[in-house]
Every structure is written in structure tokens, then in C-alpha cells.
């Protein structure tokens, strides 16, 4: 084996132009899976941790009738909070949220939206309840950035407000925008606004009642409490992981494009090797090979076109992808466009996981597509071999 | 030459299905070769001699009849145990000279050897001595396509003699070489055949080959027309 591993690299490094051309395609195709692998950890990575930060902390309890997808559930799902979240709260372990829908008229247009409590004194979430601070005799509010753009809306309007409280009936009043956060998250920004929590009760006429509890990153809660659910960050950012395996099966198309190149080229190479080189097979045999010897160093002649090619891709690969790691990937307003949680700069991460996959799979296909075409060989005749007379 | 057998054929018989029908190449084939022996096949085109040196180096095996080399039936051989025999014990030189491409004559000539599993030191020494021979040691590091055509042969005779084999087999070896390069490598090959009484088989139409022979075996039709020992 180690004599076949001795010829077959020998040969191959002999072949020259021939051996390059492929190794340099495969090398691509190395690159490309690792660093787009990469972009989607990095995305993925980047896009839990802001869902941490700004939506979903280290999970949150939800009132037993609170359903995001449904908003006629919103009228029902408050309740006050249990002393022990209360408490937990006032250390600032979890922070609570009241959700109601509401109306407002920026510019004389009508707009549907979410009403949102929070705490001004929370630190579980990033949502910046410190500015609920100011004293204003307007219903003070915090938006998002999207929202800002979509309305038109900027730090100091004045825009009018209109709700139901607890009764159904309805009110109304002057909001003033007193500041506007910038979040990669849309779930805390598009079609809402945040109001102080003890500000949102007095106008529903709910007070201590949240709908949503959020509980501090490293807090560790698993059971659900009466009338509350517990629903864990993995359920919670469930839609971020279903949307990177997506993309992953996406990519894989894109993988399969380049692998599709890169193994017909060795596929081809192969072939045309096994043809010119006739003489050669039948002097191996001549001179005491056996076919499947002959078999096996033509096989590992090819599958070490995926070994030089990880070599070359290392030498070009690792600094390019480590650029690229520091310096992060621009996708200007990819959240905002695309409505999905996305930094404007995606920084990827290779983990040793990810390259070590990316190289057994580049191996073991090449080996196989090399192997393919070699059996012939276990078929020639060597008489016929040696005088190059096959077809 | 001892009179020792190495090489026993009976009723030697080869055909090939073809496109036109079945073709007889051999026909009823009766010899004996003894070691040390510098034997030549002779005939014409089509006349069987690569056929039966191809069986007699297990690269072919027999439809009919017994091929017996260095007491081992080719007919009944698997395809490890005749790699096995040609490993070990056959060297072969070609028309074309068949030197490995991307090899330079030093790793030409050790090939043999690397399949014999020798180790490096004796590997080394082996390949020295057997482009000494042949006298080539100053092209040690040349490939295969600095050479000329003489130099080529050469280093194939190196390589088939570089294991010391019990046979050589030569099918046309001067057939691509001018006279004073076939003069040359058949003195070496006659100096080698005296030197470690290896036995030479030729396939050959060439008279400059059949002038050197001590045997002459003729070939017609894959029938042994004639069988004459020469004054050589």
C-alpha cells in the first residue's frame, strides 16, 4: 500500500499541467463549501445571539392564551404576574411585557400595530427602556428603525394613538417618538411600538398583568407555572434554524454544481489517463502488479488530487477566510429587505467540524469517481495492454 | 548452459476469436528450453512468437496444451500467482522499451525491486550494479525522454536484469534501434547471459538479433518449423 501511495503521488505529480488543472478546480470547490458553510454558521450564530439579546432572552414564559399568530388571542392573554416572576423581576432576572394591537395616524395615514410594555429599569432584553426616563406628558414610545423608515417617523414627533382597554373600549392619545433603537431583529421593531410597562397597565387598566415573561440569558428555567407556558430559546428561534437548514439545502445545490465540475474533471482525467496510458498498465503487469494492484494505484492516483487540492486550498484558503472572518461580510439592509433576523455585516466562522466534513466528503467522492473509471483495468488483457492496442 | 529444463511446452495450442472468426496463432507447440540458454524465436509477422512468449511470461495463457515455466503450469496459475512468478522470476524487454514516463532511470530500473519489498540499501546497490552493467551510471538521474533510443533499451534490459531473473524474455528488442545500437545491446545482453546464465528468449525477425542466437527456433503458422542449435 505505502509502495502503490509512493507510485501513485510520483505519477501524479509527473503528469503535470494535467494533475494542476484539477487540483486547482478542486481547490475551488474546498474554498467555496468551506467559506459558504461558514457564512451560514456565522449568519445563524449571529442571528441567535441577536434574538437573544432583543426578542427571546434565555427563553420566555407566555400567558396560556397568548398565540403570536393569532391576534384575537391578544384581548385574553394577560394575567397578573405570579409573586416569584415578580420577584424575579424586580432583581432583573426576567423582564415582562404587556402586548396589546393598537392604531396609529403618522402623516394622516392609519396603521395597524403592536402595543408593547416593557419595564424601563429590565436589562434581560436590549429594547432601551432607560429612555422611558424622560418626563414627557405625551404617552412616551421607543421604535424601531424599520418602523421609523416605513412611517416616517423620527425622534420628537407627535403621533396619535389609539387603543382598547381592558373593556373593549376605546381610547386615545398623543405618543411621542422619544427615541429609536437600531436592531438586526424585525420581530422587536417592524409594525410595533414600546411603551413603559407601568404606562401600558394604566392605560388597559391592567395593572401588575404582563403577557410575557422573559426570562435572563443564563437563567436556567424549564418547567411551565400555572397559567403560563415555558417555551425554551431552541423552540423560540426554531424559525431562525429552520431558515439556515434551508439555506444549507440550497447550498448544497451550489455544493453539488462545484463538485459536478471538480469530479468530471477527474472523471475525464482518468479516463483519458486509462487510455494513454495503455502501455504503462501492461508494463505494470508485465513486471509483476497484479490488475488490481494496477486498479488501486490508478484509484489512489486520483483520490490524491483531493489531497493536493486541500494542500493548495490551505495555502490560499486560510488566509483568505481568515480575512474575511475578521473583517465580516457586508449585506447592507438584508434584515430590513428580507424581514429576517440578519446583521448588516455577517462574520463567518469555520469551525474544525465544518472543514474536517468538507474534506472527508471532497476525499471519499474523489475516490469513488477515481475508482470508477479504474476498473476497466481489472478487465484488460495485458498483451493487448502493452501494445496500447485497447479502445 | 546446464541442460536443466526451466521452461517445458507440450501440445501447445493458442487461438483468438476476432471479428473475421477464430485465429489459430499456435498450433500444437512442442519445446523444451534449458536454463542459461540464448534462444531465439524467429519467424514472420503473425507467425506466434509474441503469442508464445507471452504465455511462456504469463501475461497469456494457453487454449490448449501445457506451458510449464520454472515448474509452474501458466494454464492453472490464478492472476496473483502469475504476477508472482513475473515479479520474482521473468524480466521483460520490449519493442518500445516501455520505461515509465514520469520515472528517471534510477527509479526505472528500482521498480522491480520496490515490488520485491527489498530494503533501501540493497535496493540501491542492486539498481547500481545493474546500470554498471549496462553502462548507464552516468544517467542515473535522466528521465526516460532525455534518452535516445539505445539508452532506452538499455535501461529496459537494466531493469528486466536488475532482480537477476531465471528469464528474459525479449520480444523485438532491436526491431526500433540502428545496427550499432543493436550490436551494442546484444553484446550486453550475451555478456549477462554468460555472466549469471540467465536464460534469453527473443522474439525477433532480425538478423542481426539471429546472428548472436546459440538456438534457433522457427516459427510458421504457429508451428515450429525448425529447431536448430547455431555455431554462434
Not at chain 1, 498498465?281 to 509483476?288: H, K
Not at chain 2, 511470461?57 to 492472476?79: F, H, M, Q
Not at chain 2, 539471429?210 to 555455431?231: C, F, M, P, Q
Request: hydrophobic letters at 45%.
Amino acid at each position: 500500500m505505502k509502495l502503490l501511495f509512493k507510485l501513485a503521488a510520483r505519477n501524479l505529480i509527473g503528469a503535470g499541467r494535467r494533475t494542476w488543472l484539477n487540483v486547482i478546480v478542486l481547490s475551488f470547490s474546498f474554498i467555496i463549501i468551506i467559506w459558504h458553510k461558514g457564512i451560514l454558521n456565522g449568519w445563524e450564530s449571529q442571528a441567535k445571539n441577536d434574538m437573544t439579546e432583543w426578542e427571546t432572552g434565555g427563553g420566555q414564559y407566555w400567558q396560556s392564551v397568548y398565540d403570536p399568530f393569532d391576534p384575537f388571542s391578544l384581548t385574553e392573554a394577560h394575567a397578573a404576574i405570579p409573586a416569584a416572576m415578580d420577584s424575579s423581576c424586580a432583581k432583573g432576572n426576567m423582564a415582562s411585557i404587556l402586548v396589546t394591537q393598537g392604531t396609529i395616524y403618522p402623516g394622516g395615514r392609519i396603521q395597524s400595530i403592536l402595543i408593547k410594555g416593557i419595564n424601563s429599569n429590565q436589562k434581560v432584553l436590549k429594547i432601551p427602556g432607560a429612555l422611558f426616563e424622560s418626563d414627557s406628558s405625551e404617552i412616551p414610545a421607543l421604535i424601531g428603525s424599520r418602523m421609523a423608515e416605513d412611517n416616517r417617523l423620527k425622534t420628537g414627533d407627535l403621533v396619535t394613538l389609539r387603543w382598547r382597554d381592558k373593556n373593549g373600549t376605546f381610547d386615545a392619545g398623543e405618543m411621542k417618538i422619544i427615541g429609536i433603537f437600531k436592531t438586526n431583529v424585525p420581530m422587536v421593531d417592524a409594525g410595533q411600538i414600546w411603551l413603559p410597562l407601568d404606562h401600558l397597565q394604566k392605560m388597559m387598566g391592567m395593572p401588575g398583568e404582563a403577557t410575557i415573561l422573559v426570562c435572563k440569558k443564563d437563567l436556567k428555567v424549564t418547567a411551565s407555572t400555572a397559567g403560563w407556558n415555558f417555551k425554551s430559546t431552541e423552540l423560540l428561534q426554531k424559525s431562525v434554524s429552520d431558515m439556515i437548514k434551508m439555506k444549507s439545502v440550497s447550498g448544497a445545490i451550489l455544493y453539488l454544481i462545484l463538485m459536478s465540475l471538480a469530479m468530471l474533471a477527474i472523471f475525464d482525467t482518468q479516463v483519458l489517463s486509462i487510455f494513454r496510458r495503455q502501455k504503462e498498465i501492461g508494463t505494470y503487469i508485465a513486471l509483476g502488479m497484479t490488475r488490481f494492484q494496477v486498479v488501486g494505484l490508478f484509484t489512489i492516483e486520483g483520490s490524491l488530487n483531493s489531497v493536493l487540492s486541500a494542500i493548495l486550498a490551505a495555502m490560499y484558503g486560510i488566509p483568505l477566510l481568515a480575512l474575511q472572518a475578521s473583517r465580516g461580510m457586508s449585506f447592507p439592509g438584508g434584515s430590513k429587505d428580507f424581514g429576517i433576523v440578519m446583521a448588516d455585516k455577517i462574520y463567518p466562522t469555520y469551525s474544525l467540524e465544518l472543514i474536517g466534513i468538507t474534506i472527508l466528503f471532497i476525499m471519499i467522492t474523489t475516490t469513488i469517481v477515481s475508482y470508477l473509471p479504474s476498473r476497466r483495468i481489472a478487465k484488460m488483457n495485458p498483451t493487448e495492454a502493452l501494445r496500447g492496442k485497447l479502445q | 548452459m546446464d541442460n536443466s529444463k526451466i521452461i517445458s511446452i507440450e501440445g501447445l495450442k493458442k487461438t483468438f476469436t476476432t471479428t473475421g472468426g477464430k485465429f489459430t496463432a499456435l498450433n500444437g507447440i512442442n519445446l523444451e528450453f534449458g536454463k542459461g540458454e540464448f534462444t531465439g524465436v524467429v519467424g514472420p509477422s503473425g507467425s506466434g512468437k509474441t503469442t508464445l512468449l507471452n504465455i511462456i511470461g504469463s501475461l497469456d495463457s494457453p487454449s490448449e496444451g501445457k506451458a510449464i515455466v520454472l515448474g509452474k503450469s501458466i494454464g492453472e496459475l490464478n492472476v496473483k500467482q502469475s504476477a508472482m512468478l513475473r515479479r520474482s522470476q521473468l524480466g521483460f524487454i520490449f519493442q518500445s522499451y516501455n520505461l515509465l514516463p514520469v520515472y528517471t532511470v534510477f527509479e526505472n530500473v528500482e521498480f522491480p525491486l520496490l515490488l520485491l519489498n527489498m530494503n533501501d540499501g540493497q535496493r540501491k546497490k542492486m539498481v547500481l550494479d545493474s546500470l554498471e552493467w549496462l553502462g548507464l551510471t552516468d544517467k542515473i538521474k535522466s528521465m526516460p525522454s532525455q534518452l535516445s533510443g539505445g539508452e532506452c533499451q538499455r535501461v529496459a534490459i537494466a531493469r528486466a536484469m536488475v532482480k537477476k531473473p531465471e528469464i528474459v524474455l525479449a520480444d523485438e528488442p532491436t526491431a526500433n534501434l540502428d545496427a550499432a545500437n543493436s550490436h551494442h545491446i546484444l553484446k550486453s545482453m550475451v555478456q549477462l547471459n554468460k555472466e549469471f546464465n540467465t536464460t534469453f528468449i527473443f522474439a525477433t525477425h532480425d538478423d542481426k538479433v539471429i546472428g548472436y542466437l546459440h538456438r534457433k527456433i522457427s516459427l510458421v503458422d504457429g508451428k515450429v518449423a525448425k529447431d536448430e542449435i547455431t555455431n554462434n
